[in-house]
């Protein structure tokens, strides 16, 4: 089987000045940690996936709404699950992985609910998580970062995307390995604040289709950039 060239990865000195650029664009994003119960945060993360804040924070509400607590939801069927997130988007997938992991956590606890990780070391929390169905290193990273305050940066698509524009990663670098590389080198106390503004970069300006380059604060240190000046395409 052939290999694949290992992807690069960024200098410190690279990470420091996006981040200095997009904070005097967008302003310093403080780390804002949310105080809802672990199973809650791993969920809504889930539903998260492949659809916008909008509909994933309705589908969410719709299931709290819908059972009593996630013990109600594992004894559920999952039709029933499937049609209180039906307007967050990929409905049955979630739905299955949903069930599947509500059982999983009751089987292995005797009840429905993740707070016994609340205090545990990092990496036990990596590997109970990394063992429920469906649940990768993203969906970790993020219940680490948001709800739990612990220095894991978490790659969406909007990151990954910045990440391989900015050349900082190969262009064929799989999410994990863009995952693995910007751990290895993001400093703890900007894991928070950088993640938050290179998903509002992606949101607004780097979009996948149509990247508003000209308005980027990362006009000058971007090879996407570097590449459309080169060929006279802006």
């Known amino acids: 089987m052939p290999q694949t060239a290992s992807p690069a990865s960024p200098s410190l000195r690279a990470v420091l000045d996006v981040h200095a650029r997009l ?18 945060s791993l969920v809504a993360t889930i539903l998260s996936q492949s659809t916008t804040d909008v509909n994933s924070s309705r589908a969410f509400a719709q299931l709290k709404a819908a059972f009593p ?23 049955r997938t979630k739905a299955r992985r949903i069930k599947a992991i509500l059982e999983r956590i009751h089987a292995a606890r005797g009840r429905t609910s993740l707070e016994h990780l609340r205090r545990a070391p990092t990496e036990r929390i990596k590997q109970e998580l990394g063992a429920l169905p469906g649940v990768g290193p993203k969906t970790i990273a993020c ?21 391989r524009r900015l050349g900082w990663v190969s262009p064929r670098a799989s999410a994990e390995e863009t995952y693995r590389l910007l751990n290895a080198v993001v400093p703890d106390r900007l894991t928070y ?27 000058l240190p971007c090879k996407y950039a570097r590449r459309l000046r080169a060929t006279r395409a802006l």
Do not use: Y
């Open 23 to 40: 904070r005097r664009r967008f302003a310093p994003r403080p780390w804002r940690v949310d105080r809802e119960p672990l199973l809650d």
């Open 143 to 163: 219940v680490l970062m948001f709800n739990l305050k612990r220095p894991d940066f978490a790659v969406d698509t909007h990151i990954h995307r910045i990440a």
């Open 193 to 219: 604040e950088i993640h938050v503004l290179l998903i509002t970069l992606g949101r607004r300006l780097c979009r996948s289709q149509k990247p508003q380059c000209l308005d980027c604060p990362l006009w």
């Open 69 to 91: 607590d996630w013990d109600a939801a594992r004894r559920a069927p999952v039709r029933a699950i499937e049609a209180a997130i039906r307007c967050g988007g990929l409905a």
